[in-house]
């Protein structure tokens, strides 16, 4: 393989070439590596030279370029520790965590309590209205919550990263 041909383009020729070939080892573990190079042009990069999944894009293509490399070349040991740290960063990657703990309980007992405050009230007066509007009031307040103070690990890394990132990747 040519050092300055484009990794995709690398990866495209190569897959081209084992399909004319199929039952070649030695294709195969090309085809591996140059996924391997162009799964690693293609993640975000700091300052400080770390490689690391900064969109879901990129996520996506790790865990199918992960995938790909332990089935084109499992015997490979470099290759396949490369894909199985690849696949656990990944994993771990999706995760969901619980940013701003604090404030996100604090809201949340909040929109609790209001809205079982509201629908006692409405019960207590047989204002059903009250009721139904205290419920679903309530109801989307929690989700707000949610989805305002829960994400994946990968999205709080990369989120803290940004400030130092010099490439994007894809």
Not at 99 to 122: D, M, N, W
Request: net charge negative; glycine share 6%.
């Amino acid at each position: 393989m040519n050092p300055d041909e484009d990794p995709a383009k690398a990866v495209e020729r190569l897959h081209q070439e084992l399909l004319a070939q199929p039952d070649s080892s030695e294709l195969r573990a090309q085809l591996a590596w140059a996924i391997r190079r162009m799964t690693e042009a293609s993640l975000a990069v700091t300052i400080y030279e770390v490689r690391l999944i900064a969109s879901e894009q990129q996520r996506a293509m790790c865990r199918e370029a992960a995938e790909r490399i332990l089935e084109l070349a499992p015997w490979d040991d470099e290759l396949r520790t490369f894909a199985d740290g690849l696949a656990a960063e990944v994993e771990s990657g999706g995760r969901w965590v619980w940013q701003s703990r604090p404030t996100a309980i604090a809201l949340a007992v909040c929109a609790v309590v209001v809205g079982l405050g509201l629908v006692v009230t409405g019960g207590l007066t047989g204002d059903v209205v009250l009721v139904v509007v205290a419920g679903v009031l309530s109801s989307a307040a929690l989700a707000g919550i949610v989805l305002a103070f829960r994400r994946q690990s990968w999205q709080i890394a990369a989120r803290a990263a940004a400030p130092v990132i010099q490439y994007a990747g894809i």
